[in-house]
């Protein structure tokens, strides 16, 4: 970024676990897009007094397999504490969550840079409530908020980093990895523009490799990778920008302005002390065994940076093809079932149709994988047509569109709606001859040296086919017939 400075750039990031209750209460987790605001809401929840919190057992198995995937040391024994602040979507007036003894630390998440593959530390993973939901409101020359607690005690995962990336580069690698780990498990959505992710950054910059880390300012609250990335190189111009006139960086916590590109200051920078941290009096320590520790341990699935690996040996993929592949566990549990069939396609078409025309429809018909219905049998029964010439690749676009579309399947529109491929020689021939025949003028313009004309023909013919026709036959057999015809003279 820097000759003279550089950047010391470390993570917090919240992940909201996909339990179906929430972290203290027996409340469903339930879609605010979609759920009536507080539908989702009893005395617990809301902070009522006299109330007593429950810990979730599948929030805890969750943290547990992402705290495992992240090779963290796990504590068999830890303690909730109250983060004691007052803002309007905190009902109870604190936030239940872990602080001097949290659930596991000291961990690394492996990322690939233009440096070779670093293992940026983990410094603790810990387990801990949500806040309700603001919705701001200014109608009338009235502005007011709205609050909305369905949100509230939702179970939360905290990841925080250690200040070892030093590039908005690298900080997007680590976030998009943790965040396809993180789906791997199947532990999250990963939705971001739901908020089921979000990031912080702490940032400093210092003068050279050996100086000091400079002040630390946390940029809160971002919600994609994209926010991530602009925020931390507008805060390091900010920051370069100041020191080289000598001003001192404040300590403060900003927020990130998307439609402005800025960073704006929220408040001064708290330290532990002003949340008044305590043990919560209402939970008893959580205690976990070590067995259920190295039963959750083994029940990992491959981790997705092995299977990225695993993929670029076994099928001679590229790095950049095996990330988009890998990146959604759904992606990749699809290529890999299409190249375990007995019917053998090479890697690379395979890939390149699943990110090229599977990836171009969804996009287009705002679809996510994993909600496409698409099997893998078909996938490869249609490539296979192409690839042994019964279809042209532009009915095989055509067919997986109708397909994608839950229009009818395979066999019936290879079968029922005559899209196969023909590749008969006199068949062509005779489509060649009737459009020859119907253009004597083109074919005298042709002979007499307006050579592009040929391409005319070959698309002439292909209509005529209604795009069945073997474009390479069609070649063979146009080049041959206008040749005959010239030799008539």
């Known amino acids: ?95 239940i969550s872990q602080y001097e003894q949290p659930l596991a630390v000291n961990g690394s998440l492996p990322i690939k840079t233009k440096q070779g593959v670093v293992n940026v530390r983990i410094r603790r993973v810990h387990l801990e409530e949500d806040t309700g939901k603001l919705t701001h409101v200014n109608s009338d020359g009235e502005a007011y908020s709205l609050v909305d607690l369905n949100r509230s005690g939702v179970p939360l995962l905290e990841i925080v980093s250690e200040p070892d990336l030093h590039c908005v580069e690298d900080v997007r690698a680590y976030c998009v990895g943790l965040w396809t780990l993180l789906r791997h498990l199947e532990v999250t959505s990963g939705d971001m523009e739901k908020g089921s992710m979000r990031f912080e950054a702490n940032l400093s910059l210092r003068a050279n490799e050996k100086g000091r880390m400079g002040t630390r300012v946390e940029i809160k609250n971002l919600n994609s990778f994209r926010a991530v990335q602009r925020a931390i190189a507008y805060q390091i111009r900010q920051q370069i920008m100041a020191l080289k006139k000598n001003k001192p960086v404040e300590q403060q916590t900003l927020g990130w302005d998307e439609r402005l590109g800025i960073t704006v200051p929220q408040r001064s920078k708290e330290e532990a002390d002003d949340y008044r941290y305590f043990p919560e009096p209402d939970l008893p320590p959580l205690l ?71 990836f171009a429809w969804a996009k287009q018909q705002n679809r996510r994988f994993k909600d496409i219905d698409l099997k893998p049998v078909d996938f490869v029964n249609l490539l296979q047509s192409l690839e042994s010439g019964e279809i042209s690749p532009n009915t095989a676009k055509a ?67 209604k795009n069945q026709a073997n474009p390479s036959v069609v070649k063979q057999v146009l080049k041959r017939v206008l040749n005959e015809i010239e030799k008539k003279g």
């Not at 507080?38 to 005395?43: E, T």
């Not at 001679?316 to 890999?336: C, R």
């Open 1 to 95: 970024m820097s000759e003279t400075f550089i950047p010391d750039i470390g993570l917090e990031v919240h992940v909201e676990l996909a339990t179906r209750s929430k972290m203290f209460c027996a409340c469903p987790v339930v879609d605010s897009t979609y759920d009536k605001p507080n539908s989702a809401v009893c005395p617990i929840c809301s902070g009522m007094p006299g109330t007593l919190p429950v810990i979730n057992q599948k929030a805890v198995e969750y943290a547990l397999r992402a705290a495992l995937a992240l090779n963290c040391s796990i504590a068999e024994l830890s303690l909730f504490a109250r983060k004691n602040y007052f803002y309007p979507d905190l009902p109870k007036g604190y936030q």
């Open 399 to 465: 067919i997986l569109r109708k397909v994608l579309a839950n229009k009818d399947n395979l066999q019936s529109i290879l079968t029922g709606q005559g899209m196969q491929q023909i590749s008969d020689v006199e068949v062509i021939q005779g489509w060649v001859q009737q459009v020859l025949e119907g253009h004597p003028s083109e074919v005298q313009a042709y002979h007499q040296g307006k050579e592009t004309l040929f391409h005319w023909f070959f698309g002439q013919v292909l209509n005529l086919s």
């Open 288 to 358: 976990v065994d070590k067995e259920w520790i190295e039963e959750i341990r083994a029940g990992l699935p491959e981790l997705p940076f092995e299977r990225a690996e695993r993929f670029i040996q076994q099928f001679q993929l590229t790095e950049q093809t095996t990330n988009l592949l890998v990146e959604q566990k759904e992606v990749a549990d699809f290529f890999e079932a299409c190249m375990t069939m007995e019917r053998k396609l090479p890697a690379k078409m395979v890939a390149n149709w699943i990110l090229g025309e599977v």
